[in-house]
């Protein structure tokens, strides 16, 4: 038999009684100590960089939802509902905030021209009106549980499509572990929010959510503790390395480090581990660590782009840039084209002219 148990307390000089059950009360304390842990978080920050900020938004984002789902009256939050609801539906903003910080190592805001950032602060502004003058009633309401689905969406296709190529093994696991886990997590209950609305106030579900919610912020909290003790690793750049000093691995790889070997169209980190005879993970701590790289990509174009400088400058100008970018090892012109201008801040055919 359910137990039921009466709750008085005061909020806003009003006095309001509650009756919860033993479920609700379960589900309450799962939900308290998820949202304590947030806070723990929140007071562990104390330098306010664009990555700490990132985190403390999506912190009270997630805050806010643990709270505003509680299996209790609307009514009884009073004045803070509209910001609860505001923060619940800016959970997807403050994810993507977080994976650009984590994964892109810089500000996904400060990256974007002026318009779009204007753009932006307006849409945001007019959530904020939309939520505390019309309680989030309306089409617009949809409308932003859609853009949240896409944005969930992308964070998870981003953080696939260039998992292959990350040598940082701490931004691979963050990718793996963190990212698509909150990210297919945030998806499914955008899901529930969008077509399966009827089963978001059944007692099991809300349970199973708040339990959900309790595991993946303590998950969190481990992980953002774990950022914050670990030392950080020496990078040697690799080009001070002493011939004297390097590890043999390292020696070993710039001795394969030839044209008729880095040239290879589909030259991937397993391929290479294979012919230095290393496990993929070894290897990518070697190119990490020792040599100073956190993309396998940039890597590689540290050896073929000056190959290709080299080319333009002495071999006939009539061949083609493009026959040199395939010789070299590249894929398309167009990812040619952003190597190139990448690694010498200018083009190819700018740089050919300017050696004329």
Request: glycine share 4%.
């Given at each position: ?5 009466y709750l008085p307390?005061?909020?806003v000089s ?15 304390l ?17 330098k306010?960089t664009?990555?700490?900020?990132s985190?403390?938004?999506?912190a ?6 643990i709270?505003?789902?509680?299996p209790?009256?609307n ?5 803070t ?14 994810l993507?905030?977080v ?6 190592k ?8 002026m318009?779009?950032r204007?753009?932006l ?9 939309f939520?505390f003058?019309y309680?989030?009633?309306?089409i617009?309401?949809?409308?932003n549980?859609v853009?949240?689905?896409f ?8 953080a696939l499509?260039d ?7 701490s931004?691979r696991?963050?990718r793996?572990q963190t990212?698509?886990?909150i990210g ?5 209950l ?6 399966f609305y009827s089963i ?5 579900f ?11 912020t303590a998950?969190f ?5 774990e950022?914050?003790s ?11 390395i002493?011939p004297?000093?390097l590890n043999?691995?390292?020696?070993k790889l710039?001795?394969l480090m030839?044209p008729?070997?880095f040239?290879q ?6 391929k290479m ?7 993929d993970?070894?290897l ?10 956190d993309?396998f990509s940039?890597?590689l174009n540290s050896y ?12 006939d ?5 493009l ?9 398309s012109?167009a990812?040619?084209?952003r ?6 801040g ?5 740089y050919?002219?300017?050696?004329s």
């Open positions: 038999m359910i137990a039921f148990i307390f005061n909020f009003m006095q309001l009684d509650i009756t919860l059950s033993l479920v609700q009360l379960i589900d309450l799962f939900r308290f100590q998820a949202v304590g842990i947030l806070c723990l978080i929140g007071f562990m920050t104390i306010f664009p990555q700490i900020l985190n403390v938004a999506l009270s984002c997630l805050a806010a939802y709270l505003l789902t509680a209790i009256e009514h009884i939050y009073g004045w509902r509209p910001l609860l609801l505001l923060l619940t539906d800016l959970t997807a903003y403050s993507f905030a994976y650009w910080q984590k994964v892109h810089k500000s996904f805001f400060l990256s974007l021209s318009l779009f204007v753009v602060c307006i849409w945001l502004a007019w959530l904020t009106l939520f003058v309680q989030g009633r309306g617009f309401h949809d409308i549980h853009i949240g689905m944005i969930l969406f992308y964070i998870v296709v981003d499509r998992y292959k190529e990350d040598l940082d093994e931004r696991g963050f793996l990212i698509i886990i297919v997590y945030s998806l499914c955008t899901l529930v929010e969008i077509f978001k106030d059944h007692w099991l809300s349970v199973i959510n708040a339990l959900l919610m309790f595991v993946l998950f909290a481990l992980r953002f503790i950022s914050h670990a030392t950080q690793t020496n990078i040697v750049d690799k080009q001070n002493s004297h000093s043999p691995k390292v020696e710039m001795q030839q008729e070997f040239c169209s589909e030259l991937t980190v397993s581990a294979e012919a230095m005879a290393l496990p993970h070894q990518r701590k070697l190119i990490n660590v020792e040599m100073g790289f993309n940039k890597f073929r782009i000056p190959l290709v400088c080299e080319k333009l400058i002495q071999q100008r009539s061949i083609p840039i026959t040199h970018a395939l010789n070299a090892g590249f894929n012109i990812s040619f084209n190597a190139f201008k990448e690694f010498t200018v083009t190819p055919s700018e050919r002219k300017s050696h």
